[in-house]
């Protein structure tokens, strides 16, 4: 049994992370620490467990073995750091923090200390994310190109969004470093290193400077470029995924994943059999933890997340394109 400490209800995740646990047989929530005492006090009540105001108290207890770190992202490395240190196991909301120098010092104490970390990144655990990379692996698809992702929702535009996600200060950016996120992750999964990027962010509803329509252009060492798009005012959302390739290509549309290739001359065909989606990351984790599987979704997968959000900040801005690497 992996008893787990709840680091935070601020983030709009911390909820489902926490029922995701509960479904779990061999995970136990055993106590919440929250910044905010009165917010994470009544978490604790609803939950039926113990609730520390202090950090360093709620770290030391013979009850915790790990943490669920849902604290606004301008405290993770500062909350990490300390739980890494205190020998706990450590399983966190995106992104991993806000620049590369805070990424590495949490990956120092990862390893230091030897504990298991793993970072939430849904959108690599799918099929299509499964399928895209397999056919890149095989070279189905042939050189690739393009890629684009979009995902957004109406967060913003319709209030359902708490304020604070507003507060830059705190959340280290608006849309595309929340929503934003999970393009960022997917591309750098399936293209690698990034080479450079542009970006532009603008506000529609959202209380400036936190961004609510965003778009990042980056290029990568093969030579593909990925066009990825967020944003927190699309009442219709228009999420779209495509990956083309000189030779194929597969796409998105409509919940529908179709895919073309030269070596079929059929048009596009729906996948008769996807591959099946990998375990969720929170049962990545606790395996990690109990067994020693591999976690795929690692402090290198956290740190190239960081890297193509830090530079995309910057190219927004400077008002330029950013040399990465």
């Known amino acids: 049994m992996v008893n787990v400490l709840m680091l935070s209800k601020w983030h709009v995740h911390a909820v489902d992370y926490a029922r995701a646990l509960g479904e779990q047989p061999d995970a136990k929530i055993t106590c919440v620490w929250d910044e905010d005492a009165a917010r994470g006090l009544a978490?604790?009540?609803?939950?039926?467990?113990?609730?520390?105001?202090?950090?360093?108290?709620?770290?030391?207890?013979?009850?915790?073995?790990?943490?669920?770190?849902?604290?606004?992202?301008?405290d993770h490395c500062r909350v990490m750091v300390k739980a890494a240190n205190a020998r706990k196991h450590i399983f966190t909301e995106k992104a991993m923090a806000a620049t590369i120098e805070e990424c590495k010092t949490i990956a120092d104490a990862i390893v230091k200390n030897d504990v298991k970390f793993c970072?939430?990144?849904p959108h690599l655990t799918t099929s299509l994310t499964q399928l895209c990379k397999q056919a890149i692996d095989e070279g189905s698809l042939g050189k690739i190109h393009y890629l684009r992702m979009r995902m957004a929702h109406d967060g913003a535009l319709n209030n359902w969004l708490p304020t604070y996600w507003y507060d830059v200060k705190k959340a280290c950016g608006g849309a595309m470093m929340d929503l934003g996120c999970h393009p960022m992750y997917v591309a750098s999964y399936l293209l690698g290193k990034p080479t450079r990027i542009a970006s532009m962010f603008n506000?529609?509803?959202?209380?400036?400077?936190?961004?609510?329509?965003?778009?990042?252009v980056v290029e990568f060492e093969g030579g593909a470029i990925a066009v990825?798009?967020?944003?927190?005012?699309?009442?219709?959302?228009?999420?779209?995924?495509?990956?083309?390739?000189?030779?194929?290509?597969?796409?998105?549309?409509?919940?529908?994943?179709?895919?073309?290739?030269n070596k079929f001359d059929g048009g596009w065909y729906v996948p008769a059999a996807l591959p099946n989606p990998r375990p969720a990351a929170i049962r990545q984790w606790l395996d990690g933890i109990q067994t020693g599987a591999p976690i795929l979704f690692d402090t290198e997968r956290g740190i190239a997340l960081t890297e193509l959000l830090e530079n995309a900040y910057k190219s927004h801005g400077e008002q330029r394109i950013v040399g990465i690497g």
Request: glycine share 6%.
């Open 43 to 74: 978490w604790a009540k609803e939950m039926g467990v113990d609730f520390e105001a202090d950090l360093d108290t709620a770290l030391a207890r013979a009850d915790v073995d790990a943490v669920v770190v849902d604290t606004p992202t301008s």
């Open 119 to 121: 970072i939430s990144y």
């Open 203 to 216: 506000n529609t509803v959202a209380p400036p400077p936190a961004e609510d329509n965003a778009v990042s």
């Open 228 to 261: 990825l798009e967020t944003g927190f005012i699309s009442p219709y959302h228009g999420d779209a995924f495509e990956l083309l390739g000189t030779e194929g290509a597969i796409v998105r549309t409509a919940n529908k994943i179709k895919m073309r290739t």
